[in-house]
């Protein structure tokens, strides 16, 4: 066990997503320690990052070394240290999902440059190997937008490898992973409205949409939930719940978060924060 941090390390610097998901893994397999001392259980993780840190100073290794310390350490970190808490798994995820997308701002307000020569440095390869695609009207009139929200497309792939780790921290605990038992407190709406005035200045209109869908992560898991329950009443076959659930998760994935919105406000049992107990 004592190899693993430092392999998770490394494998964090060339993977902040697969090094998150591991991450929670290697938690849950070690959840006495994990839960008892945090710190202690996940600090051999750091010693990889750091080193890189301190050795290279070019903007790819920085970054590098900054995402495998706060996207996936310090995420790992307070994941375990709200578990330890209050045993609460879901808001535990969301407090470290808050925390991630607290960073994925301020690493594109910080590398902001480095990330627009790498988008720019990838369009010019993707027009090389492929320019009918890059050609394509459609395409080519959302690349701007694309470019804009680059830091939330960042945060989200993120979020997905925390909820992937998540699931996994569960099944490990030999917890049942039951999708509606994700039950988040409806105060979180409140930070969703507090961005909206952003909207409204020139200056912070992307930031204030960049914060906005990296937020809507909660009440999207929220209307899967929501809309996990509601088709389970229809189809009791779990694999053709699935194909609609895959679906509407595909094409309605806005209206999924406008039901999640809803639910966080309204269901009685939100107020007070829920969910499944570790």
Same mark, same amino acid.
């Given at each position: 066990?004592?190899?693993?941090?430092?392999?998770?390390? /490394?494998?964090?610097?060339?993977? +902040?997503?697969?090094?998150?998901?591991?991450?929670?893994?290697?938690?849950?397999?070690?959840?006495?320690?994990?839960?008892?001392?945090?710190?202690?259980?996940?600090?051999?993780?750091?010693?990889?990052?750091?080193?890189?840190?301190?050795?290279?100073?070019?903007?790819?290794?920085?970054?590098?070394? &900054?995402?495998?310390?706060?996207?996936?350490?310090?995420?790992?970190?307070?994941?375990?240290?709200? &578990?330890?808490?209050?045993?609460?798994?879901?808001?535990?995820?969301?407090?470290?999902?808050?925390?991630?997308?607290?960073?994925?701002? &301020?690493?594109?307000?910080?590398?902001?440059?480095?990330?627009?020569?790498?988008?720019?440095?990838?369009?010019?390869?993707?027009?090389?190997?492929?320019?009918?695609?890059?050609?394509?009207?459609?395409?080519?009139?959302?690349?701007?937008?694309?470019?804009?929200?680059?830091?939330?497309?960042?945060?989200?792939?993120?979020?997905?490898?925390?909820?992937?780790?998540?699931?996994?921290?569960?099944?490990?605990?030999?917890?049942?992973?039951? /999708?509606?038992?994700?039950?988040?407190?409806?105060?979180?709406?409140?930070?969703?409205?507090?961005?909206?005035?952003?909207?409204?200045?020139?200056?912070?209109?992307?930031?204030?949409?960049? /914060?906005?869908?990296?937020?809507?992560?909660?009440?999207?898991?929220?209307?899967?939930?929501?809309?996990?329950?509601?088709?389970?009443?229809?189809?009791?076959?779990?694999?053709?719940?699935?194909?609609?659930? /895959?679906?509407?998760?595909?094409?309605?994935?806005?209206?999924?978060?406008?039901?999640?919105?809803?639910?966080?406000? &309204?269901?009685?049992?939100?107020?007070?924060?829920?969910?499944? +107990?570790?």
């Amino acid at each position: 066990m004592f190899l693993y941090p430092l392999v998770l390390g /490394i494998l964090s610097v060339l993977s +902040p997503f697969m090094g998150l998901v591991l991450m929670l893994m290697f938690c849950a397999r070690t959840i006495s320690t994990s839960l008892v001392s945090p710190w202690k259980a996940l600090i051999l993780v750091f010693i990889a990052p750091l080193g890189l840190l301190l050795w290279d100073k070019s903007s790819a290794s920085q970054l590098m070394a &900054l995402d495998a310390i706060f996207a996936v350490g310090i995420v790992a970190l307070t994941y375990l240290y709200m &578990l330890k808490r209050n045993h609460v798994l879901s808001e535990a995820f969301m407090v470290a999902n808050l925390v991630l997308i607290a960073y994925g701002l &301020l690493r594109f307000q910080l590398f902001e440059g480095y990330h627009l020569a790498a988008f720019e440095q990838g369009l010019t390869a993707l027009k090389e190997q492929m320019p009918a695609l890059v050609d394509n009207a459609i395409l080519s009139e959302s690349l701007p937008l694309w470019k804009m929200l680059l830091p939330a497309v960042w945060i989200i792939t993120q979020s997905l490898a925390l909820f992937i780790g998540f699931l996994l921290f569960q099944k490990l605990l030999k917890i049942p992973v039951t /999708i509606t038992n994700m039950k988040f407190p409806g105060l979180y709406n409140l930070l969703i409205i507090a961005i909206l005035p952003l909207f409204l200045f020139e200056q912070t209109k992307m930031l204030s949409v960049n /914060i906005l869908i990296s937020l809507c992560v909660i009440p999207f898991l929220q209307g899967v939930s929501l809309m996990w329950q509601r088709l389970g009443l229809i189809f009791a076959n779990r694999f053709i719940l699935s194909i609609f659930m /895959i679906i509407i998760v595909l094409y309605a994935s806005i209206l999924l978060v406008l039901f999640g919105f809803a639910d966080m406000w &309204l269901n009685k049992q939100n107020s007070i924060p829920g969910g499944t +107990p570790a």
